[in-house]
């Protein structure tokens, strides 16, 4: 399916840059007002993180939704996970948040949430698409049926309170040092306060947003910063979130950093134990470690793969009835909790595995040794580098050589202008001289 606007996570690009202009962004509330119309005032939640663009963008969809007569509530800076439960919560049609999540501040992108507080399918997207690319002059409201639009005040606390019932009763973390890197986003507030409210003595980083700090040399992309201060403190554990705070990554107490692989592989540990996994195994991407594979099967669990997403995690864990599912990258989605990843509830659910295990968290977080895995992206101007003949024939030799010992996954980003090259196996040294030939490859013809 060829997409104009969306792709792996909603509309992305470079603010004040096409796509992520004011126009298209109007666009977008008028389309969607339109797409969900079914006779009755429509209501849509509107949350954003902490970028200078998004008070732009933010303002053009208001216009957007208002002018084919849907109510918005704005809820400010607020976790993307925040607006999928509000989404519910407040009845709301739909839901958006706007964020590029770990990308830059100059970046900003608009994710959508059906009424379920899922995020949309393909088929919505498409549509939406369609209409954003017709003359919407004749959907436009009468003057008396334009939408309203206010501020909501009391969102956050209704999202941390949330956050902590998930939580078995009497559950608290009096005794635990842990520090919390917001990544100066939309969950600067929100993370720091619920998890002093549950008794951890709480050390904040990446909590002074400034519009444009955002993810710069914070959160679970950029995790040094976090180490450094999980040692300077003498820290139990390290949390780091993203920029919409819809992924997390953890920082053990000796400085190592355990990543989405490792966090699933310790739910499904847990949970199994307890008799609540659901759907015999967990769900993940094509891009998880084969360790992690390999340890789900030594415990009789499967880990049926979708392609790079979280949406798509999340509709396949909804279609074969799974209850645990994410990606590497720190998207861990529990959906007796939540609909999408949340990097606050996952954090919490960790804490509470170490509270109950009193031991370290290096102990409790290492569930499997990862197999070497090697990611190269390569930025490409224009075109479509894969379809290059030199280049598919690299990678078929490449596959040949890795034979059932390892994998290559090849594709291109659904967020910037790159393609990833990840291969990963047994043997490190082949695993590199793969991905180095395919990069070089890619490079000429990028």
Known sequence: MTRR?????????????????PDVAMRVGQAVGVHYRNGHRQRVVIGKDTRLSGYMIETAMVAGFTSVGVDVFLLGPIPTPAVAMLTRSMRADYGVMISASHNP???????????????LSDSDEA??????????????AAAAELGRAKRVDGVLDRYIEFAKRTLPRRMNFEGLRVVVDCANGAAYKAAP????????DVISMGVE?????????????????LVRKVHEVRADIGIALDGDADRVVIVDEKGNIV???????????????????????????????LGLERYLQ????????????????????????????????????????????????????VLAMVKRESKPVSEVCHRFERVPQILTNVRFKSGQPLADSEVQKVIADGQSKLGNSGRLVIRPSGTEPLIRVMGEGDNADLVQSIVNDIVSVLQRAA
């Open 5 to 21: 606007y969306f792709g792996t996570d909603g509309i992305r690009g470079t603010a004040n840059t096409a796509p992520m202009t």
């Open 105 to 119: 501040f100059d970046d900003n992108g608009i994710k959508l949430f059906g009424p379920d507080g899922f995020k």
């Open 127 to 140: 549509h939406i698409e369609d209409l954003m690319d017709s003359d919407l002059s004749r959907e436009l």
């Open 193 to 200: 306060l619920a998890l002093w409210e549950l008794g951890a």
């Open 209 to 225: 947003p400034d519009g444009f700090n955002i993810n710069r040399e914070v959160g679970s992309t950029s995790p040094d910063a």
């Open 259 to 289: 990543d989405g692989d490792q966090l699933m592989a310790l739910v499904a540990s847990f949970w199994k134990q307890e008799e609540r996994l659901v759907g015999g195994g967990i769900v993940a991407t094509v891009m998880s470690n």
């Open 298 to 349: 030594s415990e009789g669990l499967t880990m049926p793969r979708t392609q790079v997403g979280d949406r798509y995690v999340s509709e396949y864990m909804r279609e074969h009835g799974f209850n645990v599912g994410g990606e590497q990258s720190g998207h861990i989605i529990l959906s007796d909790y939540s609909t999408t990843g949340d990097g606050l509830i996952a954090a919490l659910q």
